[in-house]
């Protein structure tokens, strides 16, 4: 699952933050928790961390790690009753005029009986990535950084794309009075 949001803040300030993988845990919905070991960001950095809803601490380690573009961070293989699932947490960024472009990826390898319970997964993530995004944006926005509010125009167009996290509009849902009664 994929998403995207624009955070006010140069892209060398954003790869700084989401490099520390302790940071995870303070807007991610896949990680409950990082050691706070001090850990050098850096590709093959590990870190120790607990998944939701897990007691036990799981391995994290930078997979990728360009400077200023791109990182990703892979969990080790976690084992349950039904199979065995292996995260992936993935940022790609990109310079934008209103502050950098963070894309925003998760990844889960299944292997076995938890094939099945792919659907449910990416419904999850559906859900929670987005709401993770604009978590990022809050934390890293700051009280005095907020960028000037998009015109009217720019926004309707923003959400007629659905661009950059948000959801197109809606229609308000039409009432009948007086049908059926």
């Not at 940071?23 to 850096?42: C, F, I, Y």
């Not at 209103?98 to 076995?112: D, F, N, S, W």
């Not at 990022?136 to 009217?152: D, N, V």
Request: aromatic share 8%; glycine share 8%; net charge positive.
């Amino acid at each position: 699952m994929s998403t995207s949001t624009i955070v006010p803040r140069p892209a060398e300030e954003v790869f700084d933050f989401l490099a520390d993988a302790r940071n995870l845990a303070l807007w991610s919905s896949g990680v409950a928790a990082v050691a706070p070991d001090a850990v050098p960001p850096g590709e093959n950095a590990e870190y120790h961390y607990h998944f939701p809803g897990r007691h036990r601490e799981h391995r994290l380690v930078c997979s990728v790690f360009q400077p200023g573009r791109r990182i990703t961070f892979r969990g080790r293989r976690m084992w349950s009753p039904l199979g065995t699932q292996v995260p992936e947490y993935g940022f790609r960024l990109v310079p934008h005029p209103r502050g950098t472009l963070v894309g925003l990826t998760v990844t889960c390898i299944l292997h076995g009986p938890m094939v099945l319970l792919a659907p449910v997964m990416a419904m999850a993530w559906r859900r929670d990535l987005p709401e993770d995004a604009h978590k990022l944006r809050e934390l890293l926005r700051g009280p005095s950084t907020a960028p000037p509010a998009p015109s009217l125009s720019a926004l309707s167009a923003l959400q007629a794309d659905g661009a950059y996290g948000i959801a197109p509009a809606r229609p308000a849902p039409s009432v009948r009075a007086g049908i059926g009664t």
